[in-house]
């Protein structure tokens, strides 16, 4: 982290571009200036295909860009080496997915542990412990992920999320696998854990009710930011 990322905005990006190549080239993202201040929740609304998933990816270190520049929390992380990207990943950035991408064969307890535990904190289980508690699956953590409801898992991966103290938190249609309600609910615990531990949320999504929830939406349409 540089000396002055405690004043830098908690992502910033400037002339993204990501191309993916082929017989045709695919611009996924054009020419993307974005800020997002620290603390911040931040909704990306627009079609499948508007490019909301790749601005995702490339700020979580899942992808790189074809060019422009990515900043997290005043660091530079487009050019990191790919050890330095793959700490990013593990310390630096939660992820939520809308499929949860639990491991099966471990239980819950286990996979809310396993990003501490890869990091090498002696307090994974604690850890993990805590935060089942306070996504409200405590005595679920014996559990396996094909024994809980959608909204369960959710609640889960959130936890996982949360596991190495990322200060970054990245969503891509959290929602979108789940029925109205348990959407809902999930949406008010990532709110809730957002204020409480002034995690930065940065929030890809079709729907209205979660855009409604975020302290700022941006449409985007043909990977660009629509105006």
Known sequence: MSPDASSAPAVSCRALRKVYPGAEPVVALESLDLEVAAGESLALVGESGSGKSTLLHLVGGIDRPTSGEIRVAGRSIASLAERELVLYRRRDVGMVFQFFNLLPHLTVLENVELPRRLDGGPDAAERAARLLERVGLGRRGAAHPYELSGGEMQRVAIARALATGARLLLADEPTGNL?????????????????????????????AAAAARADRTVAMKDGRLSR
């Open 179 to 207: 029925d109205s309600r348990n959407g809902e609910e999930v949406l008010g615990l990532l709110d809730e854990i957002r204020r409480e531990r002034g995690v930065t949320l940065l929030l890809a999504t079709h729907s």
